[in-house]
Nanobody, 115 residues
Framework: QVQLVESGGGLVQPGGSLRLSCAASRIIFRIYTMAWYRQAPSKQRELVAVITSTGTTNYTDSVQGRFTISRDGAKNTVYLQMNSLKPEDTAVYYC?????????WGQGTQVTVSS
């Protein structure tokens, strides 16, 4: 079955950086729009960044200029480079693959920003 496996989460100090990865298997990766969402405790899941099959990107305002989403078709992987991290970035980060009405979620990876 389709698998999205996230990695790269962890504990980082404010101002630090992390790079999340999401490796996809058993999908035609190139046609899917890929996105990163996050969910903090007691909050709704929110869209962080999205990259279309043609490479167009979009970001939520709170991460604009700090986070960069990218994709590697040869590795079927989408990345989220996170710089200048803030405590409010603490959340479980989820990868999502979407094509028309079909979508898949990864299991999530915890990111904690704390001193």
């Amino acid at each position: 079955q389709v698998q999205l496996v996230e990695s790269g989460g962890g504990l980082v100090q404010p101002g630090g950086s992390l790079r999340l990865s999401c490796a996809a298997s058993r999908i035609i990766f190139r046609i899917y729009t890929m996105a990163w969402y996050r969910q903090a405790p007691s909050k709704q899941r929110e869209l962080v960044a999205v990259i279309t099959s043609t490479g167009t990107t979009n970001y939520t305002d709170s991460v604009q200029g700090r986070f960069t989403i990218s994709r590697d078709g040869a590795k079927n992987t989408v990345y989220l480079q996170m710089n200048s991290l803030k405590p409010e970035d603490t959340a479980v980060y989820y990868c999502k693959a979407e094509f028309r009405s079909v979508y898949y979620w990864g299991q999530g990876t915890q990111v904690t920003v704390s001193s």
